[in-house]
């Protein structure tokens, strides 16, 4: 690992290929907050498929490429003496200071329960008590990781079930009023309906320390691993799967699910 002096020699390394870069490369120069938004965005999905992945060379190239994003978005803020690098890093720095006063400070923390509670008590009196506990979710995050952080935080006001166990009577109250729905055929109702039943998975699953996108995004690759098997094997067997019956593929299925039971 490299020591404090070679880290900085990094950091300000690249700050000088940026600002070189900002000077003299047409495409660089032109960018924007505006501009470079979406692909900020594209940069931090690319992160969290390497992690996902674990997979470490991937992950250290993703976050240089969210690390230049940051830089940048510093850099254009220093053209227009609004804020630069330095800033940034001053006001994380206290902000962190100031969130882990059981560090900085003389407030006791023993768990990490503790420490968020503390966490989200600070942050309302941080905006002086003007902002509300929710308010703090951003309005763009994918909807499935905003629930999942809607319920987090109002855990930590206190809001919660007294045993987890009781939210499986919550989420079969959903299934019930979601089916009822669609009984009457109401379409705009089963979809209010069946955000309700999402939302109350996500609560069992936050309950359960289960992770909702991980655990998701593990069932999506776990379909598109047998479907492929399907595709795959219909291939060999000089087919497609447009002529193949649904019961032909459910056996393939079956097959591929088999095999990833045997190599556990």
């Known amino acids: 690992m490299h020591t404090k002096q070679e880290k900085l020699d990094a950091f300000s390394r690249i700050l000088d290929i940026l600002d070189r870069l900002r000077l003299e490369c047409p495409w660089d120069r032109k960018q924007t907050f505006q501009s470079l938004r979406c692909n900020t965005i594209e940069e931090t999905y690319e992160l969290a498929d390497a992690i996902i992945k674990q997979d470490m060379q991937n992950i250290c190239k993703e976050l240089g490429d969210v690390l230049l994003h940051v830089l940048f978005y510093a850099k254009i ?4 003496n609004d804020f630069d690098i330095a800033d940034v890093c001053n006001k ?3 902000k962190l200071i100031f969130r882990h006063p059981h560090v900085f400070g003389n407030v006791e923390a023993s768990t990490s329960e503790q420490v968020v509670q503390n966490w989200e008590e600070l942050k309302l009196k941080e905006k002086g008590g003007n902002k509300t506990i929710l ?8 909807a499935l990781i905003k629930a999942h952080r809607i319920q987090d935080k109002a855990r930590s006001a206190g809001f919660d079930w007294d045993e987890r166990s009781q939210v499986w009577d919550k989420v079969k109250e959903e299934i019930s009023e ?3 729905e669609i009984e009457h055929k109401d379409e705009d109702n089963m979809e209010a309906e069946f955000g309700d039943l999402m939302f109350s998975l996500i609560n069992a699953a936050r309950l359960y320390n289960i992770n909702p996108e991980n655990a998701l995004e593990r069932t ?7 479907f492929n098997y399907i595709e795959k094997k219909a291939a060999e067997q000089g087919t497609s799967l447009k ?9 393939l299925w079956c097959e591929a699910k088999s095999m990833e039971h045997q190599r556990k």
Do not use: H
Not at 135 to 142: E, F, M, R
């Open 77 to 80: 803020g220093s053209e227009t």
């Open 92 to 94: 994380l720095s206290d």
């Open 135 to 142: 308010a703090g979710v951003p309005d763009a995050l994918p």
């Open 178 to 180: 979601f089916q009822a």
């Open 243 to 251: 002529d193949m019956t649904l019961d032909e593929m459910e056996q």
């Open 220 to 226: 999506n690759k776990k379909f598109i691993r047998r």
